[in-house]
């Protein structure tokens, strides 16, 4: 995926952010310099920011945190993660759905991926955000392939037969 440009979608009211790959000891580590950063700046937060704002960002960072970790094991997918708050942060472009997964109904979001220049929303359409699809490990590659590159044609993106690769990890 390509993010698009800071500030190019802020109407959407969500957050982009790339999938960390840790193991616990790179994760404790990366908590350890937070929290660090944190105790060394910490004149500077209280005199800068107001303390509900400052336990706010501190939230935000930790729920981020939280749903963009990945094992190390999947560093090769580069995942992103598109992270919405309804309950925190409403955002009338996003449509609501009740669909049922295995007999289970679940309250899913959808965004539109389209471009709504008046609104202050630009670069979210797939030909914009596209770098790459891999498929795989599957015993059916070649078939996802010619789907995922019919699909890709059809939305406009140039050289989509470049942009599909086959993992070549082992299916487990």
Do not use: C
């Not at 500030?7 to 957050?15: I, V």
């Not at 193991?23 to 908590?31: G, I, T």
């Not at 010619?146 to 690769?165: D, P, R, T, W, Y």
């Amino acid at each position: 995926m390509k993010p698009p440009d800071r500030g190019s979608a802020l109407p959407l009211h969500t957050a982009l952010h790339r999938v960390a790959y840790f193991s616990e000891d790179q994760l404790l580590a990366e908590f350890d310099q937070v929290l660090h950063n944190i105790k060394e700046n910490r004149d500077f937060l209280r005199e800068a920011l107001p303390n509900e704002l400052l336990a706010h960002m501190a939230y935000r960072w930790l729920m981020i945190t939280i749903v963009s970790l990945k094992h190390k094991g999947f560093f090769e997918e580069d995942e992103w993660r598109l992270i919405y708050s309804p309950t925190q942060y409403v955002s009338t472009h996003m449509e609501q759905e009740t669909i049922t997964l295995d007999g289970i109904p679940q309250l899913i979001y959808k965004l539109p991926l389209i471009n709504k220049p008046d609104q202050n929303i630009s670069g979210i359409e797939i030909p914009e955000l596209l770098d790459r699809i891999i498929i795989g490990p599957t015993p059916y590659a070649s078939t996802i392939f010619e789907s995922i590159l019919k699909e890709l044609i059809k939305l406009g993106v140039e050289n989509a037969n470049q942009k599909i690769f086959v993992s070549d990890i082992p299916i487990r």
